[in-house]
Antibody, heavy 118, light 107 residues
Framework: QVQLNQWGAGLLKPSETLSLTCAVY????????WSWIRQSPGKGLEWIGE???????KYDPSLKSRLTMSVDTSKNQFSLKLNSVTAADTAVFYC????????????WGQGTPVTVSS | EIVMTQSPATLSVSPGERATLSCRAS??????LAWYQQKPGQAPRLLIS???TRATGIPARFTGSGSGTEFTLTISSLQSEDFAVYYC?????????FGQGTKVEIK
């Protein structure tokens, strides 16, 4: 059974860079696409972007200019960096496993609350 | 992008009763519709994909139906562990989008 465990800094100041990492245990890392999703009271659940084990990425257009995802297949980990954060980026961030053919998320990380405040 | 609209926002139901949740897409998503359950402090959990296929381990009291733009999640006899927030998600078009959720609370 696959498990996703995520970590990263939870309190940031405006203009700083958000960094999160998600480790995948069990299952095939290469057979799936790996996504980040955030949840805020104002916007609900939002898909942010995805990465494959080969490092191919797809980002939400509204975040594309600030977003970088990377993958480390030797550790079965993938990461997110979102720069120039503002209060609007305050949310709970989740990593999740998606299918090759669809953004259907069958396994999720535990979530990381992120607050952006001066 | 496709907008997913869920109704009602809150549903008050007594244990043992039936709950019916609705989800509408702003354009057809075929049967590429999923339902998730989220409890406080937890990540969403996949309940149903393909509009009607229960995920592994999901009890038979959860039934999904619909296609195109209109979808329904029915919980036939609510158990205490079913009180939660439910989200629909379309994955037919990129980017995938979620509804704003329906909270099922104890009446």
């Amino acid at each position: 059974q696959v498990q996703l465990n995520q970590w990263g800094a939870g309190l940031l100041k405006p203009s700083e860079t958000l960094s999160l990492t998600c480790a995948v245990y069990g299952g095939s890392f290469s057979a799936y696409y790996w996504s980040w999703i955030r949840q805020s009271p104002g916007k609900g659940l939002e898909w942010i972007g995805e990465i494959t084990s080969r490092g191919n990425t797809k980002y939400d257009p509204s975040l594309k200019s600030r977003l970088t995802m990377s993958v480390d297949t030797s550790k079965n980990q993938f990461s997110l960096k979102l720069n120039s954060v503002t209060a609007a980026d305050t949310a709970v961030f989740y990593c999740a496993r998606g299918g090759r053919l669809s953004n259907l998320f069958d396994s999720w990380g535990q979530g990381t609350p992120v607050t952006v405040s001066s | 992008e496709i907008v997913m609209t869920q109704s009602p926002a809150t549903l008050s139901v007594s244990p043992g009763e039936r709950a019916t949740l609705s989800c509408r897409a702003s354009q057809s998503v075929s049967s590429n519709l999923a339902w998730y359950q989220q409890k406080p402090g937890q990540a969403p959990r996949l309940l149903i994909s393909g509009a009607s296929t229960r995920a592994t381990g999901i009890p038979a009291r959860f039934t999904g139906s619909g296609s195109g733009t209109e979808f329904t999640l029915t919980i036939s006899s609510l158990q205490s562990e079913d009180f939660a927030v439910y989200y629909c998600q379309q994955y037919n078009n990129w980017p995938s989008t979620f509804g704003q959720g329906t909270k099922v609370e104890i009446k």
